[in-house]
């Protein structure tokens, strides 16, 4: 079966830096990404990595190890409005996605 | 360009009855795919779609669920007969190519 794994909840405070980390062991890897999703809302495209390395965007970067089966999501100047979850999904063949149970993130001041 | 529209973004049903879940994808994309997501859990994959043909309905129960994404007109998720365990918010996402995927709002569902 298809295991992707990461933490179920983190804190941090507003300004700070934090990292969410996503290790997955799949039947096959075409692509890894992360979405962000508001409580009631739709995910919403942060990142997409298929080959080794960092990837940045903003204040959001996001690294995989093919390797390792590991990625993070490196979110910098943490803002209140980035309270959410944040999910972790695999395109394991053809172009369906196999999401992680998500990370919440919450954001104090 | 209107994003991924869902509708309805709620909706209840009693134990027996049929839910139709409608999703209009962006527009020029002719891919569709639809996800279920229960409390406290992941989100699952049910079904691929283009326009007119079904591409992968591995992650779709065997009975009382159906899809549909017609030539002209919404795709639509269809559930027979729902039951408690059907209450889960549905999200319809589409893609120009089949590669990123963009999300609806979703539909939640409640049986009673």
């Known amino acids: 079966g298809q295991n992707i794994d990461q933490p179920t909840e983190m804190t941090a405070t507003e300004g700070a830096i934090v990292q969410i980390n996503c290790t997955y062991q799949?039947?096959?890897?075409?692509?890894l990404f992360w979405y962000q999703q508001h409580a009631g809302e739709a995910p919403t495209f942060l990142s997409y990595?298929?080959?080794?390395g960092l990837e940045e965007k903003g204040r959001f970067s996001s690294f995989l190890s093919r390797s390792k089966g590991y990625s993070y999501l490196l979110l910098k100047e943490l803002q209140m409005k980035d309270s959410a979850s944040y999910l972790c999904a695999v395109r394991v063949e053809g172009y369906q996605l196999t999401f992680g149970k998500g990370t919440k993130l919450s954001v104090i001041p | 360009n209107a994003g991924v529209m869902q509708n309805p973004r709620h909706l209840v049903r009693r134990r027996g009855q049929e839910a139709r879940l409608r999703c209009s994808p962006m527009k020029g994309h002719s891919h569709v795919y639809w996800y279920r997501q229960l409390p406290e859990e992941g989100l699952k994959f049910m079904v691929y779609l283009q326009k007119e043909n079904i591409i992968d309905e591995s992650g779709m129960p065997k009975e009382r669920f159906s899809a549909e994404f017609p030539k002209e007109g919404p795709s639509i998720l269809r559930i027979q007969q729902v039951v408690r365990g059907d209450s889960a918010a549905y999200f319809c996402?589409?893609?120009?190519?089949?590669?990123?995927?963009?999300f609806g709002p979703g539909t939640r569902l409640t049986v009673t």
């Open positions: 799949t039947s096959g890897f075409n692509g």
């Open positions: 996402a589409s893609s120009p190519d089949g590669a990123e995927q963009y």
């Open positions: 990595n298929v080959l080794d």
